[in-house]
């Protein structure tokens, strides 16, 4: 602003100089308007205002304070909140949480510009070009991507969690997001089972080739097609398509995804004041999940959707620990520390070294499946439940 000021009158100074040789006829207004850098019409119209209003009547006047000027006493409030509780947030999350939380009316860009000129958030460097991304898949269900972030997410606690985040190509929002001590195959399956039941089946995942997802016959070498994990072969039992990353490119939208969360969610969460894992997830599940969609969800491509529905439920039984085993002389099944007791079946007098199919789920219970036929339920103990004799 002074530096505009200095301008001014120095502009002022050389018009005064030159409008005085033309009333003394030593320049012409043609003259005149040359030797100031501007046309004729302007020459007459300062002139005009000069006599009207003397030096005053130069006065640039978009140096007028504007009647939309924000408020002095605003914008020291804004720069408050971020000393004081902001501290390191971006500009767009600081903005989208005073207008939430603290009543906030002022615009983005006001808002950045007084942030940059007191030093408290340092402007950005300019990006530079960048490599065309993939194109996105144009209806949602048809592909998801499943990744997870380790990270020191809750405030307070120096531990590191596991976010597991599993989303939509086409759209990039959210089905399921939650935190877990460590990734691993129960976590993976959680994730499609909660999209499962929230949204259905869906056609393809894309994940990396974490142990838990793929077998790796050779390191570095491509995943086996033949031999899967308990999550390569749930996929295949539903019909999803399972797709591996073979480079960091590849997974660019989940990187994005988990570079937003760690600057956002670590500061949302402990402005929440929560700090234990259970909390954290019924907060992400009842709370941001919804609002993070409704701020970086965009449209899909074509409307419409690829999830399709399961009424049979035939998800629950297949987005669990699977294997086989073969009973024992004593018709029981050994699983793991547990000793199985088969009841009596009408199928067979006993299942002495028959292949039997063991299923274990997330909550703990336990079921033994000998082909389509359920033959008994057992709670996470190995205690008999309900005694099925209808198929499955």
């Given at each position: 602003?002074?530096?505009?000021?200095?301008?001014?009158?120095?502009?002022?100074?050389?018009?005064?100089?030159?409008?005085?040789?033309?009333?003394?006829?030593?320049?012409?207004?043609?003259?005149?308007?040359?030797?100031?850098?501007?046309?004729?019409?302007?020459?007459?119209?300062?002139?005009?205002?000069?006599?009207?209003?003397?030096?005053?009547?130069?006065?640039?006047?978009?140096?007028?304070?504007?009647?939309?000027?924000?408020?002095?006493?605003?914008?020291?409030?804004?720069?408050?909140?971020?000393?004081?509780?902001?501290?390191?947030?971006?500009?767009?999350?600081?903005?989208e949480q005073l207008g939430k939380r603290h009543h906030y009316t002022l615009g983005y860009t006001v808002t950045k510009l007084h942030l940059h000129r007191t030093g408290?958030?340092?402007?950005?460097?300019?990006?530079?070009?960048?490599?065309?991304?993939?194109?996105?898949?144009?209806?949602?269900?048809?592909?998801?991507?499943?990744?997870?972030?380790?990270?020191?997410?809750?405030?307070?606690?120096?531990?590191?969690?596991?976010?597991v985040a599993t989303m939509d190509d086409a759209s990039s929002a959210i089905y399921s997001l939650f935190l877990v001590d460590e990734e691993g195959t129960a976590s993976s399956l959680r994730g499609v089972?909660?999209?499962?039941?929230?949204?259905?089946?869906f056609c393809a995942l894309y994940t990396d080739r974490g142990s838990h997802y793929f077998e790796t016959p050779t390191a570095g070498a491509r995943v086996s097609k033949t031999v899967l994990t308990q999550f390569g072969r749930a996929l295949r039992q539903l019909g999803i398509e399972h797709i591996a990353a073979y480079s960091p490119q590849a997974r660019g939208r989940s990187e994005r995804l988990f570079g937003t969360l760690q600057d956002r969610l670590v500061k949302e969460l402990a402005l929440a004041g929560i700090n234990t894992l259970e909390a954290a997830n019924r907060w992400l599940r009842e709370v941001y999940i919804a609002e993070h969609n409704a701020r970086f969800a965009v449209p899909a491509e074509q409307e419409g959707s690829a999830f399709v529905a399961d009424p049979s439920g035939a998800w629950r039984d297949i987005?669990?620990?699977?294997?086989?085993?073969?009973?024992?002389?004593?018709?029981?099944?050994?699983?793991?520390?547990?000793?199985?007791?088969?009841?009596?079946s009408r199928l067979r007098a006993h299942f002495v070294r028959a292949t039997v199919r063991v299923h274990e789920y997330p909550d703990g219970r336990i079921a033994v499946f000998w082909g389509p036929h359920r033959l008994a339920d057992y709670d996470a103990s190995g205690r008999l439940l309900q005694h099925q004799r209808q198929a499955a």
């Open positions: 602003m002074e530096r505009a000021r200095i301008h001014e009158g120095i502009r002022r100074m050389r018009f005064e100089s030159v409008l005085g040789r033309t009333e003394r006829s030593e320049l012409s207004q043609m003259e005149a308007a040359e030797l100031l850098g501007i046309s004729e019409r302007t020459f007459r119209r300062w002139r005009d205002r000069y006599r009207e209003a003397g030096p005053a009547g130069l006065s640039d006047r978009r140096l007028r304070p504007s009647l939309r000027r924000a408020s002095k006493a605003e914008i020291e409030r804004m720069l408050g909140l971020y000393r004081d509780l902001y501290r390191g947030f971006t500009v767009k999350h600081f903005h408290l958030v340092v402007p950005a460097r300019s990006r530079s070009a960048h490599r065309k991304k993939r194109p996105r898949r144009p209806m949602i269900g048809m592909m998801l991507h499943q990744d997870a972030s380790r990270h020191a997410w809750l405030s307070g606690d120096e531990r590191q969690y596991d976010l089972r909660e999209v499962a039941e929230s949204r259905g089946l987005l669990c620990i699977q294997e086989d085993r073969q009973v024992g002389n004593d018709n029981t099944v050994r699983w793991h520390r547990l000793s199985l007791q088969l009841p009596p």
